[in-house]
């Protein structure tokens, strides 16, 4: 059966597709890719669906050996990429031959980073999804050495394709928010300071994000009631330092939610890295729906300019005149 | 019936203001409803304890519109609840005496308040097939511990606040354990992956550990 088998692996590595949404009410993270431009380019690039699953992760790619090959695989994300030592480009489809080994480096921008299959990752799916939520062990767990990545043969000898790396829009630090509908539960000045202050990221992981800055204080008294959550949710607890939540968040949370980040800018929230800051800013529902809008329009331009290439990488000229010798 | 976004994303309806049978019954019957109606856009309906959040794909469906169709849903008339579980604890958690001494009580006078009494799976949370359990003695009410545990077993039975439940995964948890149970409280591969529903009767059987495996759960029908 082919597989990529995993020689090293980086610190939190999982499959992920679109996520298991419709399980919230049983208590089931959603999960799902944190950052969906980037999966629906690997994806492209390797001629599947744009939520086929994917391996995700996170600072630092993984080392991994073709067995049963050839492969296509596609990095979508800023980072050294290796074929058997040999540097090679992200955002660009490769065929990897039986035995080769593939190295993601450490991520140059952004948190996440995405490794695309042709056929997609054959994990067994779990209530609808091959998403892993390595937290409950739904899906699976994260990716250990010695692990196999069950993959398809690539069978069809076409063209590696590529997309012009600097055409992808980099993650942001800046971030577009509608106000939270329990923000009656703070003080008054909580929203202005959220909005004027940048927030300095402590930590984070797939969960959420722990920001730093000035407090944003509560009314006194206010207990606000469990409920369900979204991805994107700034809930406050009674710290008064917001907690960004991620695609691995809880279904349901008692912590009051200040604001919340809008689809279009997940990824940014996503991508942010421990120690950099984040700025919100404020806007409508008319304008939280344009920019996504706009971001599917800027997708579709993106996959448009995904293109065949006929050049010869490094990787494949030691091979090329052995079989030329 | 108040329906607000919550992002651009999901809409929160509030059915009710404070929790309680009430409130749960009408989240159910809403619940039911909204899922028959089977809206277009909509991606998942978590019900709470005073509020259900419908969240939506903002590309499928406005958010005017849905609101809109929210509002229109009449709640449907659920049964009332027709399954009680009697599941089978054994109170020998690390916290009991600790739990006990808090509250002013002997440790056998929290197994027999927390055991006497008849809890109701408020809604499902935290973790996959984690229920609420409302109906906690207000004896037993207990701030939860002030620094959570990274993690504790599966199946362990806990208190924190008003509320009670039992742990269906090793997840961190800084509610106190007052014994264990054996169940499989969540299981992808069943038909209802959740033992336990919303509405559903909860009971705890006091039960010696040796024949805790093979008590473990019971449900009765009720009429």
Redesign the interface.
Known sequence: MTHLLVVHAGPATTVQDAGR????????A?AGFADRLLAALGNALVGNPLDAAALEWTQHGDALQVVGGPVRVAVAAWVDVRVDGYPVPPFRSLRLQEGQLLTVGPLLRGRHGVLAVAGGVQAPP??GSRSVHA????GGELLAPGDRVPVLADTQSTPDRSLPSELVPQPQPLVRV?P??QRALFQPDALPTLLAHPWRVLAGDRMGLRLQGPPLPLLPGAEP??????T??LQVPPSGQPIALGPDR????GYA?LA????ADLRHLAQVRDGENLLFSLVD?LQ??EA??AA?AELRSLLARIAAVHDVLAFESPRLLRLLS | MKV???????L?VTVAE??GAEASARVRAL?AALRAAALPGV???????????V?FD??AAG?VLLSDAIAAVAPQTVAPPQRRWHIAATYDGEDLDAVAAQLGLSPAAVVAQHSAAQYAVA????????A?LTGLPTALHVPRRASPRPQIPAGSLIVGGQQTAVMP?P?PSGWHILGRTHLAL?D?ARAE??LLLPGDWVRFVPTAAALLATAAVRCEALP
């Not at chain 2, 607000?4 to 994303?9: H, I, T």
Request: glycine share 10%; net charge neutral.
């Open positions: 949404l419709a399980w919230q009410h049983l208590g089931v959603p779990v209530l937290r409950t062990g739904i509608l939270g509908p009631i469990s409920e369900g959550v979204v994107g949710a809880q279904t349901i949370g939610k919340v980040v809008i689809s529902q939280a729906y996504l809008v599917q | 607000e976004a919550v992002g651009d994303a999901a929160r404070t929790p619940d991606r998942a309906i978590v019900p709470a304890y005073t509020t259900l959040l969240h903002p590309l958010l809604c499902l949370g935290f973790a996959p097939g984690f609420y995964l997840l969540f992808a992956p959740s």
